[in-house]
């Protein structure tokens, strides 16, 4: 497991183009055969990228969770972004087609992943925060999902943002995540930005062609930065952090929050004359 540490904001402001890719960027999220994972320190964050083959990959706990079993004291969101695959809860065995999400609470204790066809496997993304209490596991289908529509094509973001763990949608302890969805021709993603205090956020995008890049701006809005991420790559924002971005296309990206709060709209916007 690759461990994260917070950064002060006076400290990021210094940070070479080096630095911020090792701190900030995720790469890979997936490998094949494998379950690849970074545990970050700000509000106690794992992301996961599990990509089963031939054989199934199974959670676990042990020291660096300091517990007996994975989802112990902790919940997940889980996206498939790849070909059909299955995740089995304890048993019981939840069919997710690509774009399907799956929600397990805290005290899960067999949690596996397959692919239907390991020569076209499943990619499921997670997303895993400390819990206090057990809800019902549950499967969203996209069309299960909470949508918002947001922006235009004047202002060259349009999108649906699809939200699956959300308060809308079913019950977690702090968990909140789901997918945006760019239209055609559309390109920019949160902007105009904000941050929000009580929660940090991580980005993760994908369905970019092979050349395609998105420059993904963060830091606080009078000293941004900026990381150029490819596809299948994702982006760990501090609170402080704005977190935005424009490709070279249309793309899609999960976003996932962990803080204080669920108040999908606890935040703070940056009028467009701020930032810096």
């Known amino acids: 497991m690759d461990v994260r540490y917070p950064i002060h904001p ?3 402001k210094m940070y070479t183009t080096e630095e911020l890719r090792q701190e ?3 790469d890979p999220v997936f490998e094949a055969g494998k379950i ?15 990509c089963p083959t031939v054989s199934a990959l199974t959670l676990e706990g ?10 112990e004291r902790r919940e997940i969101g889980i996206i498939n972004v790849g ?21 397990i609470g805290k005290g899960a204790k ?23 209490h057990a809800y019902p596991t549950t499967h969203i289908t996209i069309d299960k999902a909470k949508q918002v529509k947001m922006g235009s094509r004047k202002e060259s973001n349009q999108r649906i ?10 019950q977690s302890c702090q968990l909140v995540m789901g997918l945006t969805i760019l239209e055609p021709e559309n390109v920019w993603n949160t902007m105009p930005c904000h941050t929000h205090e009580r929660r940090m956020e991580v980005y993760f ?14 830091g606080e809005p009078s000293e941004t930065r900026h990381l150029v991420v490819r596809n299948e790559q994702a982006v760990i924002s501090p609170s402080y952090s704005i977190h935005s971005g424009v490709g070279t296309t249309n793309y899609t990206f999960i976003w996932g929050m962990v803080g204080e709060n669920q108040t999908f709209t606890d935040m703070d916007a940056v009028p467009m004359k701020n930032l810096m």
């Open 110 to 132: 067999e949690v596996s992943f397959a692919s239907a066809n390991a020569s076209q496997p499943a990619k499921f993304y997670c997303n895993s925060a400390p819990a206090h």
């Open 83 to 103: 070909a059909a695959g299955t995740v089995t809860v304890d048993g019981t065995a939840y069919a997710l087609n690509t774009q399907d999400a799956l929600y």
């Open 62 to 71: 042990g020291k660096e969770l300091g517990s007996d079993y994975f989802l």
């Open 161 to 170: 943002i699809y939200q699956y763990v959300h308060p809308a949608v079913l």
């Open 10 to 12: 006076e400290d990021l």
């Open 36 to 50: 690849c994972s970074v545990y970050s320190h700000i509000d106690r964050i794992i992301v996961l990228g599990i």
């Open 24 to 26: 900030c960027l995720i």
């Open 205 to 218: 995008y994908f369905n970019l062609p092979e050349d395609a890049v998105v420059f993904h701006l963060m």
